[in-house]
């Protein structure tokens, strides 16, 4: 017997049906996501831009690929709306929106960064789903590479859209610092982005990235030393909890604080070397503030990243996992316990929420 019957509910037909035509839907983009993965990873996208309409045997010959593959994968890019097709020509080609969206990594719209996450995050699906039953964590450093590579594209169209420009200025008196020649620690500074764009921005101040995953320091210190920034910019495996130091005008946490095993530690030691008028920067992801606020594309995102990678970093540190969609209460908690007496949301984007902590 069906739980309806058992239940002795009934089916609605046409409810069932739009149901199943979301999750074909999803099928789609889920399945799509790893081919966008070697869209990037293979330069279609970038060639379809440069060179574009091409056929798929062009494609395959520019781009040193077998043109069985390019061609039934121009069908599903075509299906899914990342790539433009002309029947007559039996031509791809990509729109400048497109085109800006998927290739230019330097672009505040860059949004394929995206696609190395999701790969990386399912190659820990079967570990997590062992996890649901055992309660174990899973350390960010365990993940699949592409994920650090993944994150650092992912955040980093937003920090240069936004961080110099609007984040920094909305927090009390740094901007004027910073010009001035400031102090800065970036904790959970991961492949060092925002440090470095912090770094090009204000050529007076020094700056120190922190990170516990030492492959993500040792890739910052690279970034550093090719910007030609090492004199100004360091970069040491340390945690958060331990962060060397004292007198900083600006403790910044990009996208980290949620995944930390201990929130209310990092938040103390921010507190203790931050000097008298110095101001955290707290830049989390965007969430509501009660879960039926999360019910959006968004939400649906974050929560899912949360699960597979954010709250597993946390509980492996028996942390208190406060997840990728913690509530601003949630996260105003643990910066008081750590000893700030003021929180405040200071900015905000459809991706971010951009908090100021001060002693
Ligand atoms: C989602 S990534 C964000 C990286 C970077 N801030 C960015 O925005 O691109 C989170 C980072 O926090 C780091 N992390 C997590 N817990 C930490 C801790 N207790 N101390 C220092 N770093 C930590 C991870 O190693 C990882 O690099």
Redesign the pocket.
Known sequence: MSIAEQKKVAIDSEKIHAFLGKVVGDFGAALSSGLNYIGVKLGLYKTLAQHGPLSSQELASRTGTNERYIREWLINQAAGGYVEYDAQSQKYHLTPEQAEALTNESSPFYIAGGFYVIKAMLQAQSRIGDNFKSGQGML??DHDPDL?IG??R???PG?TAHLIGTWIPALTGVEEKLKKGAKVA?????????TLIMAKAYPNSHFVG????PA?IEYSRKAAKEAGLSERVSFEV????NIPGDKYDLIA????LH????PVG?MKRACDTLAADGSALI?EPMAGNTVEENFNAIGRTFSAASTL??TP??LA?KGPALGAVASESALREKVIAGGFKSFKRVTETPFNRIFEARR
């Open positions: 960010w450093g650090f994150t650092e992912f955040f980093r920090y970036d904790v959970g500074c991961g492949h060092g982005a925002s922190y990170d516990s995953h993500s340390v945690k958060a909890e946490f990009f996208d980290c995944d930390m095993g201990d990092a830049v990678c954010c970093n946390s540190h």
